[in-house]
Nanobody, 121 residues
């Protein structure tokens, strides 16, 4: 059984920083891509940042220059460093992975349970 567990959310003042972490566990053969999404109240879940196994990075325009995704593939963990946070960054942040489990030929998307990030003074 595959599990993705996030940590690091919380309350921070505007201009502050937070670091989110995601740890994937279970019978993982390989991870093709690891990323972060967020969902604000009443809005759709949107991509924040994603990294693929070939090292490609993609960020939402709204976070470019402020957020950095990093991936420790050997440990099946990835992080989202969030700097210069703004109130509009407030959302539930979900980590996600496209991965292949042991014994399978197919890749599927898996999600964490979400962690709340609130940016407010």
């Amino acid at each position: 059984q595959i599990q993705l567990v996030e940590s690091g959310g919380g309350l921070v003042q505007p201009g502050g920083s937070l670091r989110l972490s995601c740890a994937a566990s279970g019978s993982i053969f390989m991870i093709n891509a690891a990323g972060w999404y967020r969902q604000a109240p009443g809005k759709a879940r949107d991509l924040v940042a994603i990294v693929t196994d070939d090292g490609s990075l993609n960020y939402a325009d709204s976070v470019k220059g402020r957020f950095t995704i990093s991936w420790d593939n050997a440990k099946n963990t990835w992080h989202l460093q969030m700097n210069s946070l703004k109130p509009e960054d407030t959302a539930v942040y979900y980590c996600s992975a496209n991965l292949v489990i042991d014994g399978s030929h197919y890749a599927y998307d898996y999600w964490g349970q979400g962690t709340q990030v609130t940016v407010s003074s």
